[in-house]
């Protein structure tokens, strides 16, 4: 790489200048600071389109010459930054100007239906407040925390809501108590695991086995850091919704937006503009909607296993091999298909072997030869299971409604430890209020009442590269026990189904193993490394002396 910056740049007044809002101003990488975003990206934008270096363009045409101070550096190009947005929008439409500026936003108390209309978009990053680690036992202001759709204000249904979902918040927190009681009776304390390490994986254990008796109108917290492009596209999604809980929240999230990257977001309360393409994604769901009534009403649905193998490439394997060899070799594409449909399945092997190499862990990728073949799956998995799948960006992922049409699971420690009855009860009650509403006409915010271990429908389309990320990593140990068994029949469909061996052996860090304490090893794990970190922050601090130095 080239590393002479240029030599005399800048003077000392300019270098003072510019100063902070560079990491360095004599060399040929560096970042930006203490700059808004909407500056940033305005100023990439010129960048395209100017033969000055980004610092002298910078001083030139985006520092303001107010003195420069806090404020200063808050505002500073501002001005200039919005008018040139609005010229490249309106002028140029040149739409990819929107991502060269993000924002980090988080989005609390929403329920577990907005969630999955926030985790839509694939160029966006989530982290999402877990069931797993947090229970849901808190009353804020006496209230359980779960969402009430404005849509039942005013309804005779309300009341009835509040009942049902009440009783199954009172219900999965009277058992968190009992659950690690079986739990404990079942795996005693290891003499070599620390207090902290058993506790943690025991509430971990008792917490994924009730989390099927929440409603998917539990709230929830979310960060999301995304571009101004994404946002765009992610709130006229939601503007389009039938939900006012989903509409509510893209306006909040409007709102706070505009404070950071208000340039990025002109678009979209423009009704020529915004309102025009949310009001297509309203008016295409809804002519679906009732053509799909129309075509297929009184079909019921066959009987399908948990995972179904819908689609893939019989070819896909040779398609890959083929791929891994192009970079290598200076052959056409199709004339290397030719050469490895030809050739033995041994030779197919040993080019797959040295493509992926010697992974030492699961992060250890191999390269875009995998992405040749894809498979679509098919998923009746309980909803607690397709939230963690869904949160996947990287393939091509659409869900159906929740319902109680599909059943529910039971994982075998509720029978175990004799909530059985009131597991049935909870999932019994939130099904008959599902079908009130839908016959009171509130469909809409029917699923809001159904519990998460019913099952709800969805397909997953990824390619074998994607396929090695999800599986691998869901199905790690400390995995939840549904989502790892979702996976791992994805990895043996891939292997028996398609035929596909090679690739399947390629995902070496899938694991197959069955777990009774899924979260242990990895509370092992990070009990080792805090300790360890422990150790050496002691070995640093400055020893006593053994003595008195004489007076």
Same mark, same amino acid.
């Given at each position: 790489?080239?590393?002479?910056?240029?030599?005399? $740049?800048?003077?000392?007044?300019?270098?003072?200048?510019?100063?902070?809002?560079?990491?360095?101003?004599?060399?040929? @990488?560096?970042?930006?600071?203490?700059?808004?975003?909407?500056?940033?990206?305005?100023?990439? *934008?010129?960048?395209?389109?100017?033969?000055?270096?980004?610092?002298?363009?910078?001083?030139?045409?985006?520092?303001?010459?107010?003195?420069?101070?806090?404020?200063?550096?808050?505002?500073?190009?501002?001005?200039?930054?919005?008018?040139?947005?609005?010229?490249?929008?309106?002028?140029?439409?040149?739409?990819?100007?929107?991502?060269?500026?993000?924002?980090?936003?988080?989005?609390?108390?929403?329920?577990?239906?907005?969630?999955? @209309?926030?985790?839509?978009?694939?160029?966006?990053?989530?982290?999402?407040?877990?069931?797993?680690y947090v229970p849901y036992t808190d009353r804020p202001s006496g209230r359980w925390k779960y969402f009430v759709p404005p849509e039942l204000d005013g309804t005779a249904l309300r009341p009835r809501?509040?009942?049902?979902?009440?009783?199954?918040?009172?219900?999965?927190?009277?058992?968190?108590?009992?659950?690690?009681?079986?739990?404990?009776?079942?795996?005693?304390?290891?003499?070599?695991?620390?207090?902290?390490?058993?506790?943690?994986?025991?509430?971990?254990?008792?917490?994924?086995?009730?989390?099927?008796?929440?409603?998917?109108?539990?709230?929830?917290?979310?960060?999301?850091?995304?571009?101004?492009?994404?946002?765009?596209?992610?709130?006229?999604?939601?503007?389009?919704?039938?939900?006012?809980?989903?509409?509510?929240?893209?306006?909040?999230?409007?709102?706070?937006?505009?404070?950071?990257?208000?340039?990025?977001?002109?678009?979209?309360?423009?009704?020529?503009?915004?309102?025009?393409?949310?009001?297509?994604?309203?008016?295409?769901?809804?002519?679906?909607?009732?053509?799909?009534? *129309?075509?297929?009403?009184?079909?019921?649905?066959?009987?399908?296993?948990?995972?179904?193998?819908?689609?893939?490439?019989?070819?896909?394997?040779?398609?890959?091999?083929?791929?891994?060899?192009?970079?290598?070799?200076?052959?056409?594409?199709?004339?290397?298909?030719a050469i490895v449909r030809r050739m033995t399945t041994d030779d197919r092997v040993r080019v797959l072997r040295a493509y992926v190499g010697d992974r030492g862990n699961r992060r250890h990728k191999?390269?875009?030869?995998?992405?040749?073949?894809?498979?679509?799956?098919?998923?009746?998995?309980?909803?607690?299971?397709?939230?963690?799948?869904?949160?996947?960006?990287?393939?091509?992922?659409?869900?159906?409604?929740?319902?109680?049409?599909?059943?529910? @699971?039971?994982?075998?420690?509720? *029978?175990?430890?004799?909530?059985?009855?009131?597991?049935?009860?909870?999932?019994?009650?939130?099904?008959?209020?599902?079908?009130?509403?839908?016959?009171?006409?509130?469909?809409?915010?029917?699923?809001?009442?159904?519990?998460?271990?019913?099952?709800?429908?969805?397909?997953?389309?990824?390619?074998?590269?994607?396929?090695?990320?999800?599986?691998?990593?869901?199905?790690?140990?400390?995995?939840?026990?549904?989502?790892?068994?979702?996976?791992?029949?994805?990895?043996?469909?891939?292997?028996?189904?398609?035929?596909?061996?090679?690739?399947?052996?390629?995902?070496?860090?899938?694991?197959?193993?069955?777990? $009774?304490? $899924?979260?242990?090893?990895?509370?092992?794990?990070?009990?080792?490394?805090?300790?360890?970190?422990?150790?050496?922050?002691?070995?640093?601090?400055?020893?006593?002396?053994?003595?008195?130095?004489?007076?």
């Amino acid at each position: 790489m080239h590393t002479d910056a240029p030599q005399g $740049e800048f003077t000392p007044d300019e270098a003072r200048a510019i100063a902070p809002y560079f990491t360095n101003l004599d060399r040929p @990488v560096f970042a930006l600071v203490n700059l808004p975003e909407t500056v940033k990206g305005a100023l990439f *934008a010129r960048y395209s389109r100017s033969a000055k270096s980004l610092r002298r363009l910078f001083l030139d045409e985006f520092l303001d010459k107010a003195p420069i101070g806090d404020q200063a550096v808050e505002q500073v190009g501002v001005d200039r930054a919005q008018k040139l947005y609005s010229r490249v929008f309106s002028e140029y439409g040149d739409d990819s100007v929107a991502q060269l500026g993000g924002a980090h936003i988080a989005c609390e108390g929403a329920s577990n239906v907005l969630t999955k @209309v926030l985790e839509w978009g694939r160029l966006m990053a989530y982290l999402e407040q877990s069931t797993r680690y947090v229970p849901y036992t808190d009353r804020p202001s006496g209230r359980w925390k779960y969402f009430v759709p404005p849509e039942l204000d005013g309804t005779a249904l309300r009341p009835r809501y509040l009942e049902t979902l009440d009783a199954a918040f009172e219900t999965y927190a009277w058992w968190i108590e009992p659950m690690q009681a079986h739990f404990r009776r079942r795996h005693p304390k290891s003499p070599t695991d620390a207090d902290g390490v058993y506790k943690a994986a025991i509430r971990a254990k008792a917490l994924d086995t009730l989390r099927g008796l929440l409603p998917s109108a539990t709230r929830s917290n979310v960060g999301i850091y995304g571009t101004g492009q994404a946002y765009e596209a992610l709130l006229l999604r939601m503007r389009a919704s039938p939900l006012a809980e989903v509409r509510a929240c893209a306006g909040a999230m409007l709102e706070e937006l505009r404070k950071v990257i208000p340039a990025f977001l002109t678009r979209v309360d423009q009704a020529d503009r915004g309102g025009r393409w949310s009001e297509y994604l309203a008016s295409t769901r809804r002519q679906i909607g009732e053509v799909a009534a *129309a075509l297929l009403a009184n079909v019921e649905p066959e009987a399908r296993p948990e995972v179904t193998l819908s689609e893939f490439d019989p070819e896909g394997e040779t398609k890959v091999v083929a791929s891994a060899l192009y970079s290598s070799s200076d052959l056409p594409d199709n004339q290397l298909l030719a050469i490895v449909r030809r050739m033995t399945t041994d030779d197919r092997v040993r080019v797959l072997r040295a493509y992926v190499g010697d992974r030492g862990n699961r992060r250890h990728k191999p390269g875009r030869a995998f992405e040749r073949t894809r498979y679509r799956f098919d998923v009746l998995g309980d909803y607690g299971a397709f939230r963690d799948l869904q949160r996947h960006r990287l393939l091509t992922l659409e869900w159906q409604a929740l319902t109680p049409r599909h059943g529910y @699971v039971e994982p075998e420690a509720i *029978a175990d430890a004799g909530a059985a009855d009131d597991w049935q009860r909870v999932m019994d009650a939130g099904a008959v209020l599902h079908d009130a509403l839908c016959a009171a006409g509130l469909g809409t915010v029917a699923p809001y009442s159904v519990a998460m271990a019913y099952r709800v429908r969805f397909y997953m389309d990824m390619s074998a590269r994607e396929a090695m990320h999800v599986l691998e990593l869901r199905t790690a140990p400390q995995g939840h026990p549904s989502y790892r068994r979702v996976c791992q029949a994805m990895h043996r469909l891939i292997a028996e189904q398609a035929g596909h061996r090679a690739i399947a052996a390629a995902m070496s860090f899938v694991d197959h193993s069955e777990v $009774e304490l $899924e979260r242990l090893k990895a509370e092992r794990a990070t009990e080792a490394r805090r300790k360890s970190m422990i150790g050496e922050l002691t070995a640093r601090l400055p020893r006593k002396p053994t003595s008195r130095h004489p007076r």
